[in-house]
């Protein structure tokens, strides 16, 4: 997989989360998927992440792509849930497989998920 068609399975994503495409969401993730969030960390059905498009709201709007291999990309994003009046700048770290989404771990900021994805990319490769 190259690191295009990963960040075309990432921009499929954004748009089903945004358009709240339950079908189209359901078709961009594994099974199951890799998340965070405030409940913990640790896979999710493909079902459990379409539940999640829908309870959160949340509409994820992408600024820069940073590719760190061909398969994990960082996206600095601007997210807003429906009770807030403004957006939150976070950074999500994406792993793609297949030309879906494997993992989509949140970060509050660029500079982390740089870190951390830096950091899962050296421990990947020693295994």
């Not at 990309?73 to 009046?85: F, H, K, M, T």
Request: glycine share 6%; proline share 6%; hydrophobic share 45%.
């Amino acid at each position: 997989m190259s690191a295009e068609e990963s960040e075309a399975a990432i921009a499929r994503w954004h748009d089903a989360v945004n358009r709240k495409d339950l079908a189209a969401a359901l078709g961009t993730v594994t099974n199951p998927i890799v998340i965070n969030g405030p409940k913990g960390a640790g896979p999710i059905t493909d079902e459990g992440f379409v539940e999640w498009v829908t309870r959160s709201g949340i509409t994820l709007h992408p600024r820069s792509f940073h590719p760190i291999t061909q398969r994990v990309i960082v996206v600095e994003q601007d997210a807003r849930w429906p009770e807030d009046s403004s957006s939150t700048r976070l950074a999500t770290l994406f792993r793609a497989s297949g030309g879906r989404v494997s993992a989509a771990l949140r970060f509050p900021a660029l500079r982390p998920a740089l870190e951390f994805a830096y950091l899962y990319t050296e421990l990947a490769a020693t295994e």
